[in-house]
């Protein structure tokens, strides 16, 4: 490495100022001039080379190649994308957390489904109806309970040596049972709002934490469906793609291009009447796609 050079990996963004992990420590850095020419902002995640200005701080001078990125959360380079969603208190989103997962599919992220809060259910057993959905699409899913520590051990084998992103709405119980996979992180959590039926934002910005067992993890800000569609967009074309269990019936539709929302013939249709493709799943693929309609080609150009 040349004198006064690092590579490292951005853990930390706030107010222009990124923190950079080398192998010599931490550097909390500013980023070059040029980076605004290019329209192109570090991201939390983001293998970097940094230049050294003093004994902690330096410049961001370049950013490796990523494979991946999101908007919101701003995050970079993500295997996994966790998709956290309460059994209760506040009660699931369904439409919320399929569209998390089209997204994770859409940028090429594996996605994990996490029911947290199972001890308000019983337990495992009680979240079978929510996980059952998931596991017969073909998502590696999780019950867990940051109080009883069910299933923590299982979910941190999943994370382990991995850069992965918890994300859900607001209120999941994402901080929680960031805390009960490594307990020394001892994040902030926030109180449920009875009145709003939705949690305090507690996380206000994107940053990752070294898990004990290996890799890191990025605790977000909650966000809401509004927010995802704003930042998120799928085009009604690339949409099926995003629904992984509609794959083994897609060829057996009577015609080429169908939506497989409402065509006679389609296999698709046919399976969710069958069982096969939860109903849950299709009537979020449904709203997915009427939303998606709604884009003109000159907002895709």
């Known amino acids: 490495m040349k004198d006064g050079y690092e590579e490292g990996l951005i853990v930390r963004a706030l107010g222009g100022?990124?923190?950079?992990?080398?192998?010599?420590g931490v550097y909390t850095c500013k980023a070059r001039g040029l980076f605004r020419k290019t329209g192109q902002s570090p991201l939390v995640g983001d293998r970097v080379r940094i230049q050294r200005t003093g004994e902690a701080e330096g410049y961001v001078e370049e950013i490796f190649e990523r494979k991946n990125s999101l908007v919101r959360p701003a995050v970079a380079n993500l295997d996994r994308l966790v998709m956290v969603v309460s059994i209760l208190s506040p009660p699931p989103n369904l439409l919320v957390l399929d569209k998390l997962?089209?997204?994770a599919e859409h940028q090429g992220i594996e996605p994990v489904v996490v029911a947290?809060?199972?001890?308000?259910?019983?337990?495992?057993?009680?979240?079978?109806?929510?996980?059952?959905?998931?596991r017969r699409a073909g998502f590696e899913t999780y019950a867990v309970s940051a109080e009883t520590g069910e299933g923590v051990a299982e979910l941190a084998g999943a994370l382990a040596g991995k850069l992965s992103?918890?994300?859900?709405?607001?209120?999941?119980?994402?901080?929680?049972?960031?805390?009960?996979?490594?307990?020394?992180?001892?994040?902030?959590t926030g109180e449920i709002?009875?009145?709003?039926?939705r949690g305090r934002h507690t996380t206000r910005h994107a940053q990752l934490y070294a898990l004990a067992g290996g890799g890191y993890i990025a605790d977000t800000p909650g966000f809401?469906?509004?927010e995802i569609s704003r930042y998120a967009v799928i085009y009604k074309?690339?949409?099926?793609d995003c629904f992984r269990e509609f794959a083994p019936y897609r060829e057996r539709c009577r015609f080429t291009g169908c939506s497989h929302t409402c065509e006679q013939g389609c296999a698709v249709l046919a399976a969710v009447k069958a069982g096969?493709?939860?109903a849950s799943r299709h009537e979020s693929y449904r709203a997915m796609y009427e939303d998606a309609k709604q884009i003109k080609e000159w907002e895709r150009r």
């Open 17 to 24: 100022f990124y923190d950079v992990e080398t192998a010599d």
């Open 101 to 103: 997962l089209a997204l």
């Open 116 to 134: 947290a809060k199972s001890d308000l259910c019983g337990g495992q057993a009680g979240c079978e109806e929510l996980c059952g959905i998931y």
């Open 165 to 188: 992103c918890f994300c859900g709405n607001t209120g999941a119980g994402k901080s929680s049972l960031l805390n009960a996979l490594d307990p020394s992180l001892a994040l902030r």
């Open 193 to 197: 709002s009875q009145k709003l039926g």
């Open 224 to 226: 809401s469906a509004v």
């Open 237 to 240: 074309d690339q949409l099926q």
């Open 276 to 278: 096969g493709i939860a």
